[in-house]
Nanobody, 125 residues
Framework: QVQLVESGGGLVQAGGSLRLSCVASGRTSNSYAKAWFRQAPGKEREFVAG????????AYANSVKGRFTISIDNAKNTVYLQMNSLKPADTAVYYC??????????????????WGQGTQVTVSS
């Protein structure tokens, strides 16, 4: 069983930055690809960014490409999401997740077996 705890959310003005962190615990948590998803009120949960277990491959949603960066530090069991040039449309609860795969980034939430509790990001205009 993998447990995930996110932090770093908050209120920021448009154009600002935040860095989200997700600490994973569990015997094999470092062996699997991870991702960030988000869910805005009234909308479905959507893929934001993903990374393979060793950080060798990353992928991003078109809406965040060039503004967000996902990274991983397996020594700290932590995955990060650096968010720059934030927009009001980025407002959502952000979740980290661990997939069933190691060496590929998947985008469907059905491919993820463990989820954090979420952290709120609010971007004001």
């Amino acid at each position: 069983q993998v447990q995930l705890v996110e932090s770093g959310g908050g209120l920021v003005q448009a154009g600002g930055s935040l860095r989200l962190s997700c600490v994973a615990s569990g015997r094999t948590s470092n062996s699997y690809a991870k991702a960030w998803f988000r869910q805005a009120p009234g909308k479905e949960r959507e893929f934001v960014a993903g990374i393979t277990w060793n950080g060798g491959t990353t992928a991003y949603a078109n809406s965040v490409k060039g503004r967000f960066t996902i990274s991983i530090d397996n020594a700290k069991n932590t995955v990060y999401l650096q968010m720059n040039s934030l927009k009001p449309a980025d407002t959502a609860v952000y979740y980290c997740a661990v997939s069933w795969y190691s060496n590929q980034v998947v985008r469907s939430s059905a491919e993820f077996g463990s989820w954090g509790q979420g952290t709120q990001v609010t971007v004001s205009s």
